[in-house]
């Protein structure tokens, strides 16, 4: 296994468009999660599946954001509409569940870096 | 909700020496899991070390070793015999949850920027 990978690495848009992103994940780990990180900060939360359920949804993430794993493998995420504000990092981290035996331990991708002219 | 503070934006240390980074968090919950990960620069966050809060003894993994303080919700890591690969970017995160349960999300702190000089 080759590990986490996201698509694509970078991304420069104008504000306004649409864009979405794709991980795929270790193809064992049942969770997906998506962070997000600007300069200088921590990876912030943005939502996480277990298999094809979305779990949870940051409550500072806009209606703009979506997200799906359509078949709990790979996951999409979608902004629409674009801000400059969106300009970040956008982290993938796939692991197993807790239950499963896992150990809460994150692995993540190189991450998707957007930026919104 | 979690909340982890690292109060030491930049740190640095001569090759060889120990350095301490240090994290403290919020929580009212019992039960939760504590991390440090290393983002090198350019380079995916991987995992440094993990901590279960029912043990009371703290994990050590080679160079890395944590204090915990459970009562003063502090969660410190100590870097042993620095390296020059030991420069990254270092986040102290928290998660939820109990074994043979499904633990959420894991809230990570702003990070350390650790730079080892030769």
């Known amino acids: 296994d080759t590990g986490v990978s996201q698509d694509p690495r970078h991304k420069i848009t104008k504000r306004g468009q649409n864009v979405t992103f794709r991980c795929d994940p270790i193809?064992?780990?049942?969770?997906l999660y998506w962070y997000r990180q600007t300069l200088g900060q921590g990876p912030e939360f943005l939502t996480y599946?277990?298999?094809?359920?979305?779990?949870?949804k940051s409550r500072l993430l806009s209606d703009r954001f979506s997200a799906e794993r359509p078949k709990g493998s790979f996951s999409t995420l979608e902004i629409q509409r674009t801000e400059q504000g969106d300009s970040a990092m956008y982290l993938c981290?796939?692991?197993?569940?807790?239950?499963?035996?896992?150990?809460?331990?994150?692995?993540f991708g190189e991450g998707s870096r957007l930026t919104v002219l | 909700a979690q909340t982890v503070t690292q109060s030491q934006p930049e740190m640095s240390v001569q090759e060889a020496e120990t350095v301490t980074l240090s994290c403290t968090y919020d929580?009212?919950?019992?039960?939760?899991?504590l991390f440090w990960y290393k983002q090198p620069p350019s380079r995916q966050m991987i995992l440094v070390i993990r901590?279960?809060?029912?043990?009371?003894q703290n994990a050590t993994e080679n160079r890395f070793s944590v204090n915990f303080q459970k009562a003063a919700k502090s969660f410190s890591l100590k870097i042993s015999d620095s390296q020059l690969g030991d420069t990254a970017m270092y986040f102290c995160?928290?998660?939820?949850?109990?074994?043979?349960?499904?633990?959420?999300?894991?809230?990570f702190g702003d990070g350390t920027t650790l730079t080892v000089k030769p």
């Open positions: 981290a796939s692991s197993y569940g807790l239950a499963g035996g896992g150990t809460g331990e994150l692995f």
């Open positions: 193809s064992e780990h049942n969770r």
């Open positions: 599946f277990q298999n094809e359920a979305q779990l949870e």
């Open positions: 929580t009212s919950e019992n039960n939760y899991y």
């Open positions: 901590q279960e809060a029912y043990k009371q």
């Open positions: 995160a928290f998660m939820k949850g109990w074994v043979n349960t499904n633990a959420g999300k894991s809230t």
